[in-house]
C-alpha cells in the first residue's frame, strides 16, 4: 500500500502461509496433505513451504506424518487458528509506522512523531484487530461460496 509514507505491508511469506494453509484445511479431512500437493495447486515454491511449515509446525499450528501417506495436518480446528497466530508463526508483522509504539521519536527522526502519526498507529490497530477475528474456517467458508 504506497499511500501513506510508513511502510505497510504484507510478505509474501506471511500471504502465502495463510494460502498453504487454507489448501491445507481443505484437503486434510481424510489423509495428511503433502507439501508438494499444496506447491502444485497454489503455485508456492516447494522450497519456501517447507521453511514456512518449520515455523508453523514450531508454533504448533501444523503437525506433520512422515512416511509414503505423510504430510501435514492443522493442530487445531479450522475456526481456532486465526489469521494472526498464523503472521505471528511466520516472524510477520503488520506495522503501518517505522518508529516503535513506547519511543518518545518519530519514524522521521526529529524529536516529535510525524502530524499524521496517531491516524497510522489508529489504521495498524484496526488491520491487526481484523486478523484477529478472522479465522481459517472464515477463508473456508468465503471460498466454498465462491466455488459453489
Known amino acids: 500500500m504506497p ?4 511502510k505497510m505491508k504484507l510478505t ?3 500471504r ?13 479431512t481424510i489423509n ?13 515454491s516447494l522450497d519456501y513451504l517447507e521453511q514456512i511449515f518449520s515455523k ?8 506433520s506424518t512422515r512416511g509414503t501417506q505423510g504430510g501435514y495436518v492443522l493442530s487445531k480446528k479450522p475456526n481456532e487458528i486465526k489469521l494472526t497466530n498464523i503472521f505471528n508463526a511466520v516472524d510477520e508483522k503488520v506495522k503501518t509506522v517505522q518508529c516503535k509504539k513506547e519511543s518518545k521519536k518519530g519514524c522521521n527522526g526529529k524529536a516529535t512523531k510525524c502530524v499524521t502519526h496517531n491516524l497510522w498507529d489508529e489504521l495498524e490497530t484496526h488491520i491487526n484487530s481484523f486478523f484477529e477475528k478472522k479465522s481459517l ?6 471460498n466454498s461460496e465462491r466455488i459453489n
Open 32 to 44: 495428511p496433505v503433502s507439501l508438494r500437493d499444496i506447491s502444485l495447486r497454489q503455485g508456492i
Open 12 to 14: 509474501s511469506k506471511g
Open 137 to 142: 474456517e472464515d477463508l473456508l467458508k468465503n
Open 16 to 28: 502465502y502461509a495463510v494460502m498453504a494453509l487454507v489448501d491445507l484445511a481443505r484437503f486434510d
Open 56 to 63: 508453523l509446525k514450531k508454533n504448533q499450528i501444523v503437525k
Open 3 to 6: 499511500l501513506f509514507k510508513g
